[in-house]
T-cell receptor, first 115, second 115 residues
């Protein structure tokens, strides 16, 4: 079984500052993938970034980077230079490689960017 | 269109009625997933299709829920004898293949309200 824990129900960040959203996971799979999705008020789930468990480099996508610490089972999302449009719910998710598995999601963190 | 589409975008129904929700995956994507998101919660897996294989129904909450996928493309999620606790956003996602750690892309969701 897999589990995702996001301990921050809500976060505030000043515009142009960086923010880290926490995510820890638990799995018995040797190979797995970690994902972050953004869900604005419109409700659509927008894929942000992916990290494979065997990737040696931390994933980066523009202003998003994933701070992957495998030994600690953490996959924190770092958003640099926050923008007002970054205000949304952020979900950490994972799936294993043991057969066909759906994504397992955390409960999410609501990020509010303040001008 | 290029993305996953879902219809209707909103559905209001009376308790006890049946509803059908539709999902059109991205062209060429062989894996299709249904998730449910209750208010303020993360996503809960419902059912998953991969090609012509038997679907993984392990997430369906009751036998009132069923889903079909015709011709390996469009999928319909049916909820019979709806209850108020079925009120949620129903999200569909698709990916290129489920046996590799591929990103899932989500549709805009159907917001279901059972009165």
């Amino acid at each position: 079984a897999q589990k995702i824990t996001q301990t921050q129900p809500g976060m505030f960040v000043q515009e142009k500052e960086a923010v880290t959203l926490d995510c820890t996971y638990d799995t018995s799979d040797q190979s797995y993938g970690l994902f972050w999705y953004k869900q604005p008020s419109s409700g659509e789930m927008i894929f942000l970034i992916y990290q494979g468990s065997y990737d040696e480099q931390n994933a980066t996508e523009g202003r998003y980077s994933l701070n992957f610490q495998k030994a600690r089972k953490s996959a924190n999302l770092v958003i640099s230079a926050s923008q007002l449009g970054d205000s949304a719910m952020y979900f950490c998710a994972m799936r294993g490689d043991s057969g066909n598995t759906p994504l397992v999601f955390g409960k999410g963190t609501r990020l509010s960017v303040i001008a | 269109g290029a993305g996953v589409s879902q219809s209707p975008s909103n559905k209001v129904t009376e308790k006890g009625k049946d509803v059908e929700l539709r999902c059109d995956p991205i062209s060429g994507h062989t894996a299709l997933y249904w998730y449910r998101q209750s208010l303020g919660q993360g996503l809960e897996f419902l059912i998953y299709f991969q090609g012509n294989s038997a679907p993984d129904k392990s997430g369906l909450p009751s036998d009132r829920f069923s889903a079909e996928r015709t011709g390996g493309s469009v999928s319909t999620l049916t909820i019979q004898r709806t209850q108020q606790e079925d009120s949620a956003v129903y999200l569909c996602a698709s990916s290129l293949a489920a046996t590799t750690l591929k990103t899932q892309y989500f549709g805009p969701g159907t917001r279901l309200l059972v009165l």
